[in-house]
């Protein structure tokens, strides 16, 4: 049972470059999430997705785009990398019932250099 | 907007004693969920126990339960018969009720287990 998946686990970046993080989950769940992690600052929310075709931004959108062309795929793409975007990168989704947890994938380290 | 404060960055406790962690958010909701997330070092995100607002009775998990102060806007957590395996850091989490609501995070407490 795999649940959420992301690829890779990690990599590192050099200002400027661009790149995308995979996200696949066989739950059958029709939300969909980004969050990165820093120190002191706990989750923030990036972009989501409500169903196939859909997105939406978060607290912290900027620099990010995504897309969910499937159900069970949401994409998170850096353009154009930026040192302030070293994180970790969870993807989480749900069931978009009112009391769903969020089920995550086991995170991105990004390094941007 | 809607915000979780967890007031304490590190706490620690000796195994097989109890530890209580903080949790407090800001929200003009009525009906919402609270959760605890647990994440190893191996930066897994575990779900480890949740609340709903309407329900008065505190959730219970094992050795894992909560004090669900509504008024207050008081959600800690407590950790009975502490095990080294309970070490992580430890993320309070609120969600409105709603077809499209989000998780807001508060920022951790990094939880040590001592011999």
């Known amino acids: 049972n795999a649940g959420v998946t992301q690829t890779p686990k990690f990599r590192v970046l050099k200002t400027g470059q661009s790149m995308t993080l995979l996200c696949a989950q066989d739950m059958n769940h029709e939300y969909m999430y980004w969050y990165r992690q820093d120190p002191g600052m706990g989750l923030r929310l990036i972009h989501y997705?409500?169903?196939?075709?859909?997105?939406a931004k978060g607290e912290v959108p900027d620099g990010y785009n995504v897309s969910r062309l499937k159900k069970q795929n949401f994409l998170l793409g850096l353009e154009s990398a930026a040192p302030s975007q070293t994180s970790v990168y969870f993807c989480a989704s749900s069931s978009g019932a009112y009391n769903s947890p969020l089920h995550f994938g086991n995170g991105t380290r990004l390094t941007v250099t | 907007a809607q915000t979780v404060t967890q007031s304490q960055p590190e706490m620690s406790v000796q195994e097989a004693e109890t530890v209580t962690l903080s949790c407090t958010y800001d929200t003009s909701e009525s009906d919402y969920y609270l959760f605890w997330y647990k994440q190893p070092p191996s930066r897994q995100m575990i779900l480890v126990i949740r609340q709903e607002a309407y329900k008065q009775q505190n959730a219970t998990e094992n050795r894992f339960s909560v004090n669900f102060q509504k008024a207050a806007k008081s959600f800690s957590l407590k950790i009975s018969d502490s095990q080294l395996g309970d070490a992580a850091m430890y993320f309070c989490?609120?969600?409105?009720?709603?077809?499209?609501?989000?998780?807001?995070f508060g920022t951790g407490t990094r939880l040590q287990v001592t011999l």
């Open positions: 989490a609120y969600k409105p009720a709603g077809t499209a609501s989000k998780l807001t």
């Open positions: 997705s409500v169903g196939e075709g859909t997105t």
